[in-house]
């Protein structure tokens, strides 16, 4: 019932949502990310700690798992360089009810933040850059604590 | 012990390589010890680890503290805080 995935393949939402209604149960939650085309970025490249990566990311589905009554939880990540618009995560959560479902898939992508290895640059005209951490995505993370 | 060194981001880009075989002094026992040792190493270390409230770990692949002992540690990785999502 546990799917993570890391893949420099564009991420397939038909796909990932085929296999959250597996699961057979009523709710179904899902969260997309896209590349923001903030501030005339051109490109965003993901860099990631192979291993670690895949790890910290089934740790956080584990820990959504123990925590709600889910019937699946799927966390895809997408690495490489990418276009605004373009899906850079997806996490989808599957449970008899909505509320468990909508706060599973909130918890994961608030967890993704701050527990996984993941660095990201920006490609503008002006030039390239890392970007730096949101406190509010820190705050976000401890506020499942 | 030689250990295995892994740089991400604009720390490997700093230092000028994703990877290093090392084999530490016994007095660099924390990660802060053995990233003293390890700006003494070239030009690139230095300006990588010149700033240690910029830096995050992981030792064996699980994020760790500055003042984690680092004995016995095969794999090492030194980079900025992570921003994915």
């Known amino acids: ?145 | 012990m030689a250990v295995r060194l892994l740089y991400f981001a604009w720390v490997r880009e700093a230092v000028g390589i994703g990877e290093e075989m090392l084999d530490p002094p016994p007095e660099a026992a924390t990660l802060d010890a053995l990233i003293d040792w390890l700006a003494t190493l070239s030009a690139g270390h230095a300006t990588a680890f010149a700033d240690r409230t910029r830096l995050r770990a992981a030792v064996d692949q699980h994020f760790v503290a500055m003042d984690a002992p680092v004995a016995g540690a095969r794999e090492i990785a030194i980079f900025p805080p992570v921003t994915g999502g």
């Open chain 1, 1 to 145: 019932m546990i799917r993570v995935g890391v893949q420099t393949a564009p991420i397939d939402l038909a796909d990932a949502l085929a296999g959250i209604e597996a699961a057979g149960m009523g709710g179904i939650a899902s969260f997309t990310g896209l590349v923001r085309a903030d501030d005339g970025v051109a490109t965003l490249t993901l860099e990631h700690y192979p291993g670690m990566t895949e790890a910290a990311l089934q740790a956080v589905a584990e820990a959504a798992a123990a925590r709600w009554s889910l019937g699946a939880v799927t966390i895809l990540h997408r690495v490489g360089t990418m276009h605004p618009g373009e899906r850079i995560v997806f996490v989808g959560t599957a449970a008899a009810h909505r509320a468990e479902a909508l706060a599973a898939c909130s918890y994961c992508i608030d967890r993704l933040k701050t527990d996984a290895p993941f660095w990201k640059r920006e490609a503008t005209e002006a030039g390239e850059r890392w970007v730096e951490p949101r406190a509010a995505d820190d705050s976000a993370a401890r506020g499942w604590e």
